[in-house]
């Protein structure tokens, strides 16, 4: 209990022989963001939070950024006028922190960070042409830019800080010269992404596509109402159409498995529908490995090489995406190539291997903000 009493009496003998601050006639307040790396240990942030009141400095707002061996405290703070941040920075390193950034803040900054995000996420639903201003916003960046992946460059070194952020076939370059960029920070902005991504997508909404010979169809979810729908369909496929997708000799589905294909446990089906009719069925469903989703493909055997299959292949592609699998995979019969034909006309990479005497087909899963990229359509259609 001594040494403490000690060691306080000590740091008031300090703080009290502080200099008065004097300021020049008509100088203006200002306001400073401060990122000030320390110990995570009880006590620390009091003793700062002590010395910048004997300083005079008004904390206005502290967010807390947790780092590798110790927490970052961004703090906003009006200190009296005349106060400069070399002594501002001093008093810091008095009580043992480190002092990385003093810049200049405004009104903005002091708005609580989880209401700033929302806001920021509502905005850039609404306007997504304007991600990129919005995420400027959220790092409290000094510039964004959008550019083609094999212009990134996230190892270049340049004045300031850079962080490079894929999103598709796109990359984010973000650069502000304050402050480093903390892990959180970035995963704030990836997190904004994927919202914005996720409501353009809009996977839960049906989709309109146009085939090759104009043909309108719909892409939606399966509905239990689907059932009688989708026994038709599957009695108005040949017997080869439905060997390549179910790799038996069956020509009609049993009742009980037609709830399944509309609603598969943990998964997702697509369906493909004109006029009354459902002419396309696309599943993807977990395969059991991390990141990964089984997808298969079924299409009335007069729309295929219409469009659709690709079209499907697409959707599915990027509601696996959405749904955080990094691959989506499908076992074909060995001299199947329909799947590969459809993938490459979607514009999507295969990789292929054999597997118990079946063709696994795997892709790699993209989803990207088409207002990144003026007219880029989320879901590519056509042959």
Known sequence: MQQRDDT???????????????????????????RVRMADRPGTLARLAIRLADLGCNVLGLAVIPVPDGVLDEIIVRPPVGLSSADLVTAISAEGCECSTVASA????????????????????????RCADVIRDVLAADMVTVVAVSEANPSRSEGGHRAVITVGGQAIVIRRRWAPFADVELARARALLGLLTAAEANVTAPVAVTCDDGSAVVLRGGRPADSAALSALHARCSMETLFQRYHTGTRT??????????????????????????????????????????????????????????????RLNVIGAIRGYRTIVALCLPTEDRVIRAARRAGLATTTSEENGQLRVSIATSAGLSALSPGRRTIPVGR
Not at 8 to 34: C, D, K, L, N, Q
Not at 295 to 310: P, Y
Request: proline share 6%; aromatic share 4%; glycine share 8%.
């Open 253 to 314: 589905v049993p009742r009980r498995w037609l709830h399944r294909l509309l609603l598969p446990p943990r998964g997702i089906s697509v369906l493909g529908v004109c006029g009354k009719d459902v002419v396309a069925l696309g599943q993807l469903i977990p395969s059991g490995v991390a990141d990964t989703a089984e997808f298969s493909l079924l299409v009335e055997d007069s729309w295929q090489r219409n469009g659709l299959g690709t079209a499907l292949l697409a």
């Open 8 to 34: 306080t009496s000590a740091t008031r003998g300090e703080r009290a022989s502080w200099p008065t601050v004097h300021a020049a006639p008509g100088t203006a307040e200002v306001t400073w963001r401060i």
């Open 106 to 129: 405004d009104v903005r900054d002091l708005a609580d960070s989880a209401t700033s995000t929302l806001a920021s996420a509502t905005r850039a639903v609404n306007e997504p042409a």
